[in-house]
């Protein structure tokens, strides 16, 4: 069995950091890529930045660029995003998707997701 768990959300004045991780935990071989998505109010989850094992990072919305940082640390399986300059734009449930090697499978696995709210 595999978990994955969001958690560092909560509400921000804008303008301040937060620093989101992802923890996955259970029986598997490695962890493959892990990313960061978000879903807005009436919105489609979209994909905001991946990073691979080896620490290649993509950032797939443009307007995180050079706010958002993520990270990895592979000996606690652990993804970070460290958010700065936040604005309400960003007000969003925060999801960690991590690819996770078990064996002869590779399979994508969820959170629960994170709140951040950006408000004053």
């Known amino acids: 069995q595999v978990q994955v768990m969001e958690s560092g959300g909560g509400l921000v004045q804008p303008g301040g950091p937060l620093r989101l991780s992802c923890v996955a935990s259970?029986?598997?071989?490695?962890?493959?890529?892990l990313g960061w998505y978000r879903q807005a109010p009436g919105k489609e989850r979209d994909l905001v930045a991946t990073?691979?094992?080896?620490?290649?990072?993509?950032y797939a919305d443009s307007s995180v660029k050079g706010r958002f940082t993520i990270s990895r640390d592979n000996a606690k399986n652990t993804a970070y995003l460290q958010m700065n300059n936040l604005n309400p734009e960003d007000t969003a449930v925060y999801y960690c998707?991590?690819?996770?090697?078990?064996?002869?499978?590779?399979?994508?696995?969820w959170g629960q997701g994170t709140l951040v709210t950006v408000s004053s």
């Open positions: 998707g991590a690819e996770v090697v078990q064996l002869s499978t590779v399979k994508a696995f």
């Open positions: 990073i691979t094992s080896g620490g290649s990072t993509r």
């Open positions: 259970g029986s598997f071989f490695r962890l493959g890529d």
